[in-house]
């Protein structure tokens, strides 16, 4: 059994400084592990807090503050045994390429992994997207980091089909409703197509920051809907937070995912093979079927 703590982060803190903002963000992460949790989840944007603190205030100059000076301490103070901490996302500025990424940093124990958003909104025009969605292992399950927008494509879904992925993690910012349900409402069918789980937690709070001004979100567990899974709630969703910092407990019985895996017969588009391909045809105007599909 592996605990994951999903916590909505709110970067209006009361702190002056990048150190002090870390300092925040060690607690609530050190107070889920003390709690029980193996894992813990931020929401996607929970640095981009450090931008009022930093002068120039830019993404740039919050990028190399964070990647230069505070990862190296979280790195030392969240180094511990059997814990992990997705650390929601930072701006990470690829000096090769001169671009700037929109990055999930990964304290897995000992080691430093990463993800970059894949898919930008029309906002993050500063950013430019990522190239390479990374698997990785932890207390015995496969895990994905898949960020925002990322969740809402369902050629990823088609990707990550048949690599027994256990587990998609899915750090949020979103400013409306709207876009907390569709966030929400595609992490579902994710949940449904991989035969995963899903777990989904926002940003709060308003902010000086024109990229993350305003922000609305939830933190919601998802679940396929087969068999092994009956007995328990499928989804669960908070509701809708504005501000602060709130947390839900995903507990994840490996053996659900085993049974169900081991269930053909069951209908469950997870374990479909040899998918047919097929091309979409335009049927002729005057006839009523409209737009059909014709197996290749």
Known sequence: MIAIDLCTFDTKTDVKSPA???AVVVDCVEASWNNGADLVLLPEFAWVGLVPLVEPRTLQRAAEVFWNEVLPALKSLLTRPGKAVVLGTVPFWDAERQEL????????EDRVLHQDKLHLTPWESDFSPGTELHLW??????????ICLDIEIPEISTRLRGSAVDVLLVPSATETVLGVE???RCASARAVELGCAVGVCHLTGKTEVELIDVNVGRTAVYWPSQMSFRDAPRWQESSLIEEGIHKQRLMIDRKHLQVMRRMPLETNPSLLKNM???ELV????????????RLM
Not at 137 to 146: D, H, I, Q, T, Y
Not at 282 to 293: H, I, N
């Open 282 to 293: 335009r049927d002729d105007p005057g006839q009523e079927s409209g737009l059909g599909f």
């Open 137 to 146: 292992e932890f207390a015995g399950l496969r895990f994905a980091v898949v």
């Open 182 to 184: 569709r966030v929400g």
């Open 20 to 22: 002090a903002y870390a």
């Open 276 to 278: 047919p391909a097929f």
């Open 101 to 108: 990424r929109n990055r999930a940093p990964i304290l897995l």
